[in-house]
């Protein structure tokens, strides 16, 4: 089992994992005024002193926007130095800004807070969500002759039966049938002696918090807090580091018996001397020292990669539904994540480097890194290769989750000396 020390700091790297983006969120967005779509709309129709402003470039603005909002680029607000530099027709007002995903309209709104205090707002989640309550009728306005699609989500789009019948599927068979499983075996694999199985187990312990913050989500708050969405993001990751930790550790214990200095490791034949009989180099850690610099370039990969704006709403059997990815919940996925799992991972290969004492702790950060940035990449990839239709997006998701349920239930079954309530085969 892995010592105190490292017990009291991986539960310490959760912690602050989790915590850190929501400081982030509530020292840079947190301070601002957040209204959402319904509520804007609202004011708008009830009152003439307030105004819809896209905040968007003006050949954006041009190729289409939402209708009645009046265009005034976050550039020029960026440059504004007093309150007489604000449009004359926008003074005394309440100002709700609007963008594509509902990041520069909070920034703009913070800028012009400072000259127009408690009269500056912004919209949540951007034209991203202000679609979300249309039907079939666009709720844009296109003066321009430019093709609405390069910059605006087309707001509905017909499903075939089969993506409808997937989306059921997947929400009313799939996702209980998982969660249930992976429930199954918390209990059945009890009380763990050894840190791979206990690993294991905390894996799904942590899957299965992930999703019944998604499941509350769209039960208890109709798919719109952002708050119990991340922790369902969160969740997920936590058990991608879970899984990872006991690949590791299962391997190098059972099986190579690397960190052991009481067992040949299984690799000696083939390294042909072992730093454990002679003064030689380590052929494991030698590729150790190549993996990590190469997992910490990965990390790049969504670093660099757009976010994606697509939003729109479809019918599923009758109900109208929204299919889109927040671009704030994009900035966890693709910039913290593989951010954060940078840092640890040159965390882990600093631990490598000092020595055979110090190689639980590379385990565990190079474990902590890989389950941020396999969250991320499997969100980026599924985003990218669905970004047109985010109905499959969502579909295999739930699919995914549940092959890495079932895959750990193989596992346990397969070798079921791990797990003590599973049946012993007959000898």
Not at 244 to 263: E, N
Not at 315 to 326: A, D, E, L, M, S
Not at 399 to 410: D, H, N, P, R
Request: charged letters at 15%; glycine letters at 8%.
């Amino acid at each position: 089992m892995i010592s105190k020390n490292l017990k009291v700091f991986s539960i310490a790297l959760i912690v602050l994992g989790g915590l850190l983006p929501l400081i982030v969120y509530k020292a840079f967005i947190g301070r601002v005024a957040i209204v959402m779509p319904s509520e804007a709309r609202s004011i708008l129709s009830n009152t003439t002193e307030a105004a819809l402003v896209d905040v968007r470039s003006p050949s954006e603005y041009a190729a289409g926007h939402p209708e009645g909002a009046r265009n005034w680029s976050y550039k020029e607000i960026e440059a504004l130095k007093s309150a007489d530099a604000i449009p004359a027709d926008l003074r005394g007002r309440k100002l709700l800004f609007i963008c594509r995903g509902g990041i520069t309209s909070i920034m703009a709104a913070k800028i012009v807070g400072v000259y127009l205090p408690g009269r500056s707002y912004s919209v949540r989640g951007g034209i991203q969500e202000w679609i979300v309550p249309a039907n079939a009728i666009c709720p844009f306005e296109y003066p321009g002759s430019q093709s609405p699609l390069t910059v605006v989500p087309e707001p509905f789009r017909p499903s075939t039966p089969l993506v409808q019948w997937a989306v059921v599927f997947s929400a009313f068979t799939i996702k209980p049938l998982y969660m249930l499983l992976s429930l199954f075996l918390i209990v059945a694999l009890g009380k763990p002696k050894t840190s791979d199985v206990a690993s294991l187990q905390w894996a799904m312990i942590a899957f299965l918090a992930g999703e019944s913050f998604c499941a509350l989500n769209y039960v208890i708050y109709g798919g719109e807090s952002r708050l119990v969405d991340y922790l369902h993001s969160y969740g997920m990751a936590v058990a991608f580091a879970f899984a990872c930790y006991a690949i590791l550790d299962g391997l190098d214990g059972r099986v190579v018996h690397f960190s052991d200095p009481q067992k040949r490791c299984a690799l000696h034949e083939v390294c042909g001397a072992c730093i454990k009989d002679t003064d030689t180099y380590c052929g494991i850690r030698r590729i150790g020292y190549f993996l990590i610099p190469v997992v910490f370039l990965l990390c790049f990969i969504p670093l660099v990669a757009d976010f994606t704006h697509e939003s729109f709403n479809t019918r599923v059997f009758g109900r109208i539904v929204n299919n889109t990815q927040p671009v704030i919940l994009q900035m966890f996925e693709i910039r913290y994540a593989p951010a954060f799992a940078a840092a640890l991972y040159a965390a882990a290969f600093a631990a490598l480097w000092g020595g055979s004492r110090l190689l639980p702790w590379a385990k565990v950060l190079f474990s902590a890194g890989s389950g941020l940035l396999g969250f991320g990449l499997f969100r980026l990839i599924l985003v990218a290769v669905y970004r047109e239709d985010l109905s499959w997006y969502v579909n295999w998701e739930e699919f995914s989750e549940m092959i890495f349920v079932c895959g750990t239930w193989l596992i346990l079954w397969q070798f079921r000396a791990l797990c003590p309530a599973f049946p012993r085969p007959k000898t």
